[in-house]
């Protein structure tokens, strides 16, 4: 490892190298010793897996936030997410720490843009203060303009925006069955919906008749009711055999109570605990915008007050270059009104002030508390004074300030109201980065977790100006990045590997960037310095075309683009220009559809009120056409978790899991003790550690601190019964095998096929350092889309598929990169289509074919800017890519001739 010095160019004086760590350990690191400097930005970079972000992540910040919440009472603690205790020896020299990771948006549909950003809370005090109310209406807190509170809340949907219903035609979608035979599809199956059925024999109604013979009433009853009789049952017979047993005083079967059908549907779907039950009802409900608000989520005093002629949710619903264009000029006109009427008595500000006092302490009598001012506890009919052109100049200034560095990291087109499930992790993260550039903090260190991903290189240049502006203001950064134009910014680098998971882990170069040239053990340094990628590729000539024509979807607007089949396509474009519409919706969606079979994904299906919550796309229009005889499957690769439990992990979602526990059940001594492939899950009860249930570790509630998750006492975290950890194969038990990297485990399978052939496409896609029984809630979207192609290069290929992938490379070091590009092309070889979201101009310039959407992102996009071979497209005058992907290619070609001088 080089010795760390202090890096030289005009910033050097301010450099320190004082935070020191020692004896880092965590995960694959191997005892490293490290030191690097505060108040610079320093990246950390290696190949997938080598243990960068164990270091920044894993080590660095955990070790800041364990010494910060020592200083918390333990009850706070409680609430906190903490990042565990890391195995390192010492760690001195560190300053609080900031984590701002690249994670996914929540579930959660009710929190936005708006509110993670904290731009909500001003813009409804705006509202509050500055709006125009109609004639006569009293004024409204903060609070009576949020859909997420009592006050603010359409009463009619509860702020959902939508009501549902259960509508007959889905209840009973074939009348011509009788109810024995379930003529009514919403009713539950098994034993709850033969007791239904035998309540309504008790109940005098025929269920052996065709639905559509019921007398109406009788269907409405059945279907509606509100009541819920209770009465003595006779046990799956006839209406007749029923009244027989009665008249004859049969003793009846039990009692039971009936459930009208559309009652059955609402309370499951409100009171279930059962996910796969609420999924179930789910398909019985229809949805309709809310008569009430109009789909709006308020109720209606909040959408009388009005901003500059927009209520709150129209305003919320523009992008933020347009909210801030009409923010700034509702300030300026306030700002000179505030001057003309200025009386000299007191200041805009203090007229404020005064109001915000006001506000509080009316707030506090309506909660029953007292006010700390003689302000009465009624609501007043709002001013026009000062005070109301005061708040406009004040809150609208807050909220220029926070809005303008989101715009400048490439976010102009989201709106305040756009959900955070529809954010991919790159765009939540510079979200939360902006949200840091207002907080003011400094001194503190901010662990970023490569926020140059989803980016478009012309968005990179902001984006490092704002990390600029955070170190400036005397903040230390700390970036787990792949970006070479990251890496070039940087004050000092750490280079960690040489490879992945055991062959990791090593500090090979700490020091400033350049000098990272003299360090031929890099996998890092070719990139940096040239001289490594892959050559230039000769494009394919297509072999027929795929056409969707008039498409309209989100901010695509009537575009037609044609798509090479047999071929490699890469969709690019500023962030935020509807290649995501375009690929991961539109393509699946309209082929699919021709060819009559659904999408194969593995997007896990909502559960709960997400599933009535979750936004409705707008409505798909356009055709495909062209020769699609030529596709007859359609395989979406998205960045959605694999599974959502521990439980899910790499070895049980490739399937390669299945054959391991076959090869255990087919040993001598398993035939033996009878046991069966099931013996050897940890997911069902039989061969798994009864404590833990198979989860490896037992929580500990510790009454004023947080629960901790400590080792099993009793399977000591293998998760096995210890009966079930003697079966050995080839000399290790299952616990084993599960502990293996992708890598390991590739070298001790050899020869057996259909498990090499899952841990090959592992490898194929840059996923070796991965353990087989890694929980899929540690893998990055990434990570999770490349398991997912992982599962499906072991498929035996056709070449009839069309593949449609999302920034597949996001989250890789180049020499990743490089490698899953190289096998995209064997899908293609084979006879298949691949068309992919892809930023990276390396990439890119790999593709036979290229669109370019555009010109700009959100409203300014959605156009079909440039199309053609890579050459073609990096000589457009119009397209943003161009010159990015000319130098793309210039490098492609430098290493061609490399190449071809060393053959």
Not at 2 to 15: D, H, K, Q, R, Y
Not at 177 to 187: D, F, G, N, Q, V
Not at 236 to 252: S, V
Not at 427 to 442: D, G, V
Request: charged share 25%; net charge negative.
């Amino acid at each position: 490892m080089n010795s760390p010095s202090t890096p030289t160019g005009e910033n050097s004086a301010f450099i320190q190298p004082d935070v020191r760590v020692r004896g880092a350990r965590e995960h694959n690191l191997k005892d490293i010793e490290l030191t690097v400097p505060r108040d610079a930005m320093v990246v950390f970079t290696g190949v997938s897996g080598s243990g960068k972000s164990s270091l920044a992540f894993g080590t660095l910040y955990a070790e800041s936030q364990r010494r910060y919440l020592e200083s918390v009472a333990p009850y706070a603690r409680r609430l906190i997410d903490q990042a565990g205790v890391p195995d390192v020896d010492s760690i001195t020299g560190m300053p609080p720490a900031v984590a701002l990771q690249q994670q996914r948006g929540g579930r959660s549909t009710r929190s936005t843009v708006g509110s993670i950003t904290t731009l909500s809370s001003l813009v409804r005090m705006m509202y509050s203060r500055a709006g125009q109310y109609p004639d006569g209406q009293p004024m409204l807190y903060a609070e009576d303009f949020s859909t997420n509170t009592v006050q603010g809340a359409c009463p009619e949907c509860h702020g959902i925006g939508r009501v549902y219903d259960v509508p007959e035609d889905k209840m009973v979608p074939d009348p011509t069955l009788t109810i024995r035979e379930r003529a009514i599809a919403s009713y539950p199956t098994a034993w709850h919906g033969h007791q239904l059925r035998d309540v309504l024999v008790a109940l005098g109604y025929d269920v052996d008749v065709p639905w559509k013979d019921l007398a109406k009433n009788d269907r409405d009853w059945i279907l509606y009711t509100e009541e819920t009789p209770y009465v003595p049952v006779h046990s799956r017979l006839t209406l007749a055999e029923a009244r027989e047993a009665i008249a004859a005083g049969i003793e009846p079967t039990y009692s039971g109570t009936f459930v009208g059908a559309r009652r059955y549907v609402l309370d499951t779907f409100a009171n279930t605990k059962s996910g796969s039950m609420k999924r179930r009802v789910a398909e019985f409900l229809t949805a309709a915008p809310c008569p009430a608000c109009h789909g709006k989520r308020l109720k209606s005093e909040a959408l009388s007050v009005t901003f500059e002629g927009l209520d709150i949710a129209d305003f919320s619903q523009l992008p933020l270059h347009e909210l801030m264009s009409l923010i700034e000029a509702a300030v300026a006109e306030a700002g000179d009104a505030t001057n003309d009427a200025d009386d000299g008595s007191r200041s805009s500000g203090e007229a404020l002030e005064e109001a915000l006092r006001r506000e509080a302490d009316e707030q506090r009598v309506a909660a029953g508390g007292s006010a700390h001012s003689t302000a009465p506890d009624v609501r007043r009919t709002p001013n026009q004074s000062v005070e109301k052109l005061a708040a406009t100049v004040r809150l609208g200034s807050g909220l220029i300030d926070r809005i303008r560095p989101i715009i400048d990291l490439g976010l102009g087109y989201l709106s305040l109201d756009r959900t955070t499930p529809t954010l991919s992790g790159g765009e939540l993260q510079r979200l939360r980065l902006a949200t840091q550039l207002t907080s003011e903090l400094f001194g503190v260190v901010y662990v970023l977790d490569e926020p140059s991903a989803g980016l478009h290189p012309q968005d990179v240049s902001a984006l490092l100006d704002v990390l600029d502006g955070l170190k400036e203001r005397g903040n230390s950064l700390f970036i787990v990045e792949h970006s070479v134009d990251v890496m070039h910014h940087a004050d000092w680098l750490v280079d960690i590997g040489p490879a992945a998971g055991e062959r990791g882990g090593r500090v090979i170069y700490s020091g400033p960037t350049e000098g990272l040239a003299e360090i031929e053990e890099s996998a890092t340094r070719g990139y940096l310095f040239g001289g490594s990628g892959l050559p230039l590729h000769k494009p394919r000539k297509p072999q027929g075309w795929l056409r969707l024509e008039n498409i309209a979807r989100n901010n695509l607007r009537n575009i037609s683009v044609e798509i090479p089949l047999r071929a490699f396509t890469a969709v690019t474009g500023v962030s935020g220009s509807g290649k995501s519409s375009l690929v991961s919706q539109v393509l699946p969606t309209m082929v699919s559809e021709h060819l009559g079979r659904p999408i194969q994904t593995d997007e896990p299906v909502p559960d709960g009120d997400e599933m009535l919550l979750s936004d409705e796309s707008e409505e798909l229009k356009g055709s495909v056409a062209g020769d699609l005889t030529e596709v007859r499957r359609v395989v979406s690769i998205d960045q959605k978790p694999i599974g959502r439990t521990p439980r899910s992990n790499v070895a049980t979602y490739t399937g390669l899991f299945d054959h391991v526990r076959r090869r255990f059940a087919e040993t001598p001594e398993a035939h033996a003790r009878g046991y069966k492939p099931g013996r050897f899950s940890f997911n069902v009860a039989g061969g798994r550690c009864p404590t833990c249930e198979g989860e490896g570790s037992v929580m500990v509630e510790l009454l004023f601190l947080p629960s901790v998750y400590t080792e099993c006492p009793d399977c000591h975290g293998t998760r096995y019964q210890s009966s079930t950890l003697e079966i050995l194969w080839h000399g290790r038990n299952i616990a084993q095998i599960l502990a293996m990297s992708v890598e390991e485990a590739h070298e001790f399978f050899n020869g057996e096929f259909d498990i090499m052939r899952s841990l090959t496409a592992l490898l194929d896609v840059g996923l070796g350092y991965l353990r087989l029984g890694q929980p899929a809630t540690e893998l990055s979207g990434g990570e999770a889309q490349r398991v997912k192609l992982a599962s499906e290069l072991q498929r035996a290929q056709r070449g009839d598929t069309l593949y449609v992938l999302d920034e597949p490379t996001s989250g890789l070091h180049c020499a990743d990169a490089d490698r899953l590009v190289t096998h995209m092309q064997t899908l293609v070889d084979a006879g298949n289509t691949v068309v992919m979201v892809e930023l990276d101009m390396r990439v890119i310039a790999e593709a036979d074919h290229v669109i370019d959407l555009g010109p700009g992102a959100g409203d300014n996009g959605g156009q079909v800017v440039a199309t053609g071979t890579p050459a073609e497209v990096s000589s457009s005058s119009e397209s943003a890519s161009a010159r990015y992907l000319a130098v793309a290619l210039e490098e492609a070609a430098a290493v061609s001739e490399a190449e071809t001088v060393v053959s």
